[in-house]
């Protein structure tokens, strides 16, 4: 995911032209929107579905790790993970 931020050039009182960020504050997550929960009726797990960084997601997570490793992304107790960028709705991941 992108995480270019806008910059804008400050003169100092000394003359001295720096680069300012004013999203340089934001660390990554802090616009995370969960938008809906929903629990399955069958095999546990929690659909999550929300919004980060220009981009919406659906993930499957549970509150355990998979019994066999190749049934979740990394170490990540998410099994499954679509991922589309907003902007364009392009399918980013899936």
């Keep these: 995911m992108s995480c270019e931020a806008n910059s804008a050039t400050r003169t100092q009182a000394n003359g001295e032209t720096t680069m300012n960020d004013d999203t340089n504050d934001l660390e990554i997550g802090d616009d995370l929107e969960i938008t809906k929960t929903t629990r399955r009726a069958s095999g546990g797990g929690t659909w999550v579905c929300g919004r980060l960084n220009g ?8 509150p355990e790790h998979a019994d066999k490793r190749e049934w979740e992304l ?21």
């Design 55 to 62: 981009h919406r997601f659906d993930a499957l997570v549970f």
């Design 74 to 94: 990394g170490d990540s107790r998410i099994s499954k993970l679509f991922i589309q960028r907003l902007a364009d709705k392009w399918t980013v991941f899936n």
